[in-house]
């Protein structure tokens, strides 16, 4: 691509909810949105990280688990495709205190269940909620962006990096000591997160009303190219997800194991590796503006790889470091994918969001609920040896189409 084409491709991005004026950044958007992606998916870090005090209480399998894990994610994977889609011909963007009015029920349904049925229904009600949240939440951080695109989708996305890391200390230090009932405390939280979006909402639908339509759909590279670029994209997501569907379902039962380490301690170190993916996220947006987005997707998804295949054969220690160094690098390619992606496909946030926060996230739900039956039958270190060669699917990445940013 050009650099006049690409530059014209962020101004159409830019300037759709704006009219002719010039594109600044909306910096109290984007931190709201963040703020509330934060409170999102505290919820939902919140619910990998009881999975111990459920499997205590429930007397429940890695299968079980896997299950759970899989209720969630598979519920955001096929909604969140569908909404942004939708919502890419008629943005809703007060739709998002909606979302957060779902992921209050599940909040809540979590706390009370007396069974595990209704376990699987409150962790599919996150998944609803989290469904109707990241399209259209994407979108807004994009029309807030001012054209520093790589900058505003990470502050974006470290808000829920920052959440699902805060998730499991809240569960260790909240939930693990008072029990399970307290989880409903931090449905207030999700209260007035409803309340902020539904400002940020007729804060956007301002926007979209002046601007008068929709952002231009530029013409960037032949559709196939396009379609192969989208699916390689999602195929090292989907990669980087089972790994990270490996830690956040998992991990905390691997060092327990091994380690012989307390609920507490192994979400201690679980919270090391959220924590590194919080300063990951932030790090890949603001390289992908300054160097693009493919060489930070060549460095994250490859660089983790001496890393990942150490971790299963060192010590506790030594598993902590490697804990956050992975973390640190693995999450910075996903602002970078995310970017390349709405830059393939421009006028087509939501449905980009959807694919990416939604799809390929479910299908590491899917993973989390393979990865369960393998760790029930050959034991959960034997899980982490096969899931340390997955970063060599980032060998994909020659494939993609390179674009000249100048």
Known sequence: MSRHSARGLHVSEATAFRGSAPATTAWSVLIAISACHMINDVMQSMLAAIYPLLQQEFTLSYWQIGMMTFAFQVTASLLQPVVGAITDKNPMPKSLSVG???????????????????????????????????????????????????????????????GTALGPLLAAFVVVPLGR?????????????????????????????????????????????????IVILALLTFTKNIYTASISSYYTFFLIEKFGLTTQQAQLMLFLFLGGMAGGVMLGGLLGDKVGPLKVI???????????????????????????????????????????????????????????????????????????VLADAKGIEFVYSVCSFLPLMGLLTIFLPKMDRG
């Open 298 to 372: 060549w460095f994250s998804i490859l660089g983790i790889l001496p890393f990942t295949l150490a971790l299963p054969h060192v010590g506790l220690a030594t598993t902590g470091v490697l804990t956050v160094i992975i973390g640190l690098i693995l999450a910075s390619a996903f602002p970078a994918i995310v970017v390349f992606a709405q830059e393939l496909v421009p006028g087509r946030t939501g449905l980009i969001a959807g694919i990416f926060f939604g799809f390929a996230f479910g299908m590491g739900g899917i993973a989390a609920a393979v990865l369960g």
């Open 100 to 162: 957060m009015g779902s992921t209050v029920a599940g909040v809540l349904l979590l706390a009370l269940a007396h069974e595990y049925w209704v376990l699987l229904i409150g962790a599919m009600l996150i998944g609803v909620g989290s469904s109707i949240f990241h399209p259209e939440s994407s979108r807004v951080a994009r029309i807030a962006s001012g054209g520093r695109f790589g900058t505003a989708q990470s502050l974006f996305q470290l808000g829920g990096n920052f």
């Open 181 to 229: 009932p307290s989880i409903a405390i931090f449905s207030a939280a999700a209260m007035l997160g409803s309340a902020i979006l539904w400002r940020i909402g007729a804060w956007a639908e301002g926007r979209r009303k002046a601007g008068g339509g929709r952002a231009s759909k530029q013409a960037t590279l032949p559709r196939n190219r396009v379609v192969m670029a």
